[in-house]
């Protein structure tokens, strides 16, 4: 695994910026002075000064050799494939993680889903049940002997 150390582009992370004479991390700054020759654009760490004494902290120290625009062609064709590469592994990771939370949601779906119809199924038979249960007994008009106008049927056996 290559280290910010390996590209002379990177920049270290904030953990490793040096601390100053003063105690206080640095501050990372582009040189815009065209003296020394040859440092121009190159970045620098430099004391944040911060000190409420008011005493100049003079810590200053290069991150850079050269400046980053005098990269060679290759080097440059290397440095843009490899932020290529880096990006697609970070969409390729991205879709791996949205597919596995969509497949979670999709199995969590299914499990409401299915509970849902049990429910309803619960609901439909409880209904029925009451229905069943309060219906009242349909009564015929020759049930008690009683024939539609209210006499009574003579039975012979």
């Known amino acids: 695994m290559s280290t910010w150390r390996d590209d002379p582009n990177a920049i270290p992370p904030w953990n490793e910026w040096p601390k100053c004479h003063c105690g206080f991390?640095?501050?990372?700054?582009?040189?815009t002075d065209p003296l020394p020759q040859g440092k121009k654009e190159c970045r620098f760490f430099k004391c944040p000064d911060i000190d409420d004494d008011f005493k100049a902290c003079?810590?200053?120290?290069?991150?850079?050799?050269?400046?980053?625009?005098?990269?060679?062609?290759?080097?440059?064709?290397?440095?843009?494939?490899?932020?290529?590469?880096?990006?697609?592994?970070?969409?390729e990771d991205e879709l791996k993680r949205r597919r596995a939370e969509l497949g979670q949601r999709e199995a969590a779906l299914k499990i409401q889903e299915e509970q849902f119809q049990a429910r309803e199924a619960q609901f439909k038979r409880e209904a029925d049940e009451q229905k069943n249960r309060y219906k009242e007994p349909a009564q015929s008009s020759t049930t008690d002997g009683r024939n539609k106008k209210g006499k009574f049927l003579r039975f012979t056996q």
């Open 25 to 31: 991390r640095t501050w990372l700054q582009v040189w």
């Open 58 to 91: 003079t810590f200053m120290q290069w991150i850079d050799t050269r400046p980053l625009g005098r990269v060679s062609f290759k080097e440059e064709q290397e440095r843009r494939v490899r932020q290529q590469q880096i990006r697609l592994k970070g969409k």
